[in-house]
C-alpha cells in the first residue's frame, strides 16, 4: 500500500535521526554575518567559504567597513572563496540595501515578520535567493525555513518527496509542506550529512543507505520490473 509524501518524510525524518541523531537548533552567526556567510558560500566549499569569512573578520572593522570599502579590497579578500569579482558587490550591495531599509546593518526585524513577509523581505534583495533567505531565517533565527542546497535537492529528489524534475527554488516551496516546521533544521542537517557521506551525487552507496527502502531512485535501478 503506497504511502503519502507526509508519511514518506516523517518516515525519512525518523530513520535519519536514528542514523545521526537529533541536532538541537542553535543560532550558528548573527544574522548579518550569516547572510554575508551564505553569500560567500554560493558555488564553493565550506572550507573555502570559511577562509574567506575569516578574511572578512580579520581584514575589516566590521560589516560597515566592508560595506563602504573599496570593491577590490572586499574582492581580495574574499578570493578563497572564488567567484570574488561577482561575491565582493554583491555582498557590498546586499549590506547597502539592508542599512538603506533599516538605517542600521541589522536584521532583527525578520525574527517578528510573518514568515513569509520575512522570506519575501530578504528575496527583495539583489542577490539573495531562496536558499540564502531560508538559511538566515532557519540558522539565526530558528524560524521554519527550508533550506534546500545541492545535497537537500539530490537527496529528496532520490527518495521521491520531490518530483524528478523538480528545481531547488520550487524545492523551496513544496518541502515545507511535507512535515512539521519543528523537525526541518535536523532534516536539513541530516539530509546533507546523508549526502555528503551516503548518498553522494556520483556513487551513492546504497548498501548502506538505511532509507534505500523507501528510495525511489533505488527501487528504479535495482529493484525487478514486474512481468
Partial sequence: MAISLREKYAIVHQRLVAAYGAP????????VDELVSTILSQSTS?????????ALQAGFADWAAVMNAPEAAVREAIRPAGLANQKAPRIQAALQEVYRRQGALSLDLLADL??????????????????TAAIVL?????????PV?????????RLGLIGPKVSAEKAHQLLPQ?????????????????????????RPNCVFCPLR?????????????PG
Avoid at 46 to 54: G, H, I, Q, V, Y
Avoid at 114 to 127: C, K, M, R
Avoid at 138 to 146: H, S
Avoid at 149 to 157: G, K
Fill in 24 to 31: 538541537a537548533w542553535r543560532q550558528h552567526l548573527p544574522p
Fill in 46 to 54: 565550506d572550507t573555502n567559504r570559511d577562509k574567506a569569512f575569516a
Fill in 114 to 131: 510573518p514568515l513569509e513577509e520575512a522570506q519575501a523581505w530578504l528575496t527583495s534583495i539583489n542577490g539573495v535567493g531562496p536558499k
Fill in 138 to 146: 532557519l540558522f539565526a533565527f530558528n524560524r521554519p525555513a527550508f
Fill in 149 to 157: 542546497d545541492t545535497h537537500v535537492h539530490r537527496v529528496t529528489r
Fill in 178 to 202: 511535507l512535515g512539521e516546521p519543528e523537525t526541518f533544521y535536523a532534516f536539513h542537517l541530516n539530509v546533507i550529512r546523508h549526502g555528503r557521506e551516503v548518498c553522494q551525487a556520483r
Fill in 213 to 225: 527502502g523507501l528510495c525511489d531512485d533505488y527501487q528504479a535501478r535495482h529493484l525487478p520490473r
